[in-house]
């Protein structure tokens, strides 16, 4: 089991910058990867950027060069550092994280952080 609390989301102008924080807990040393996905009103859940065990990175087109994550061991946690925000990056931001127990994946959620850009 892994439990994921989010926190960081809010409301910016344009052009502003957050930083989402995922804080991890429970069965860490199994994660492989943890990322940041979102889901703005009447769309579906999109992915918005991962990071791998071994700190590759993957980004969306639409956040490349404005998104950047990374992740501090020490304290379980992924950060999403946007800036440069748009008003379509309104969204729910969820935190997510894939468990593998030797056998096969899982896919952890969190409760899911707003972020909303004015223009």
């Known amino acids: 089991q892994v439990q994921l609390v989010e926190s960081g989301g809010g409301l910016v102008q344009a052009g502003g910058s957050l930083r989402l924080s995922c804080a991890a807990s429970g069965s860490i040393f199994s994660i492989n990867a943890m990322g940041w996905y979102r889901q703005a009103p009447g769309k579906q859940r999109e992915l918005v950027a991962t990071i791998t065990s071994g700190d590759r990175t993957n980004y969306a087109d639409s956040v490349k060069g404005r998104f950047t994550i990374s992740r501090e061991n020490a304290k379980n946690t992924v950060y999403l550092q946007m800036n440069s925000l748009k008003p379509e990056d309104t969204a729910v931001y969820y935190c997510?994280?894939?468990?593998?127990?030797?056998?096969?994946?899982?896919?952890?959620w969190g409760q899911g952080t707003q972020v909303t850009v004015s223009s």
């Open positions: 997510n994280a894939i468990h593998n127990n030797g056998y096969y994946n899982t896919n952890y």
